[in-house]
């Protein structure tokens, strides 16, 4: 089994910064996507960006060149850096792991991310 505990959602204003965290415990294997998805009320669930065990990262067109994905794989963590808020971008943030070896996705509770305008 595996546990994702998301930390740094709140309040900030538009054109502000957040940063969050999601680290992963349990049994982890070494090759794994990590990620976060958001849902704003009324939406669905959409990708943000993802990142591999190797680096590789991909990012949603929303939010190319504001926010960006990173990891420390010795820790289990993914980290995911919002730079220039937009009132847009308040949703709940999920991230996820996805274990390459079981083809099973993990999903945390969510993080409140809201930006005021």
């Known amino acids: 089994q595996v546990q994702l505990v998301e930390s740094g959602g709140g309040l900030e204003q538009a054109g502000g910064s957040l940063r969050l965290s999601c680290a992963a415990s349990?049994?982890?294997?070494?090759?794994?996507?990590m990620g976060w998805y958001r849902q704003a009320p009324g939406n669905e669930r959409e990708l943000v960006a993802t990142?591999?065990?190797?680096?590789?990262?991909n990012y949603a067109d929303s939010v190319k060149g504001r926010f960006t994905i990173s990891r420390d794989n010795a820790k289990n963590t993914a980290y995911l850096q919002m730079s220039s808020l937009k009132p847009e971008d308040t949703a709940v943030y999920y991230c996820?792991?996805?274990?390459?070896?079981?083809?099973?996705?993990?999903w945390g509770k969510g993080t409140l991310v809201t930006v005021s305008s």
């Open positions: 996820y792991i996805k274990q390459w070896v079981t083809r099973m996705d993990y």
């Open positions: 349990g049994n982890i294997f070494s090759g794994n996507t």
């Open positions: 990142i591999t065990s190797g680096g590789t990262t």
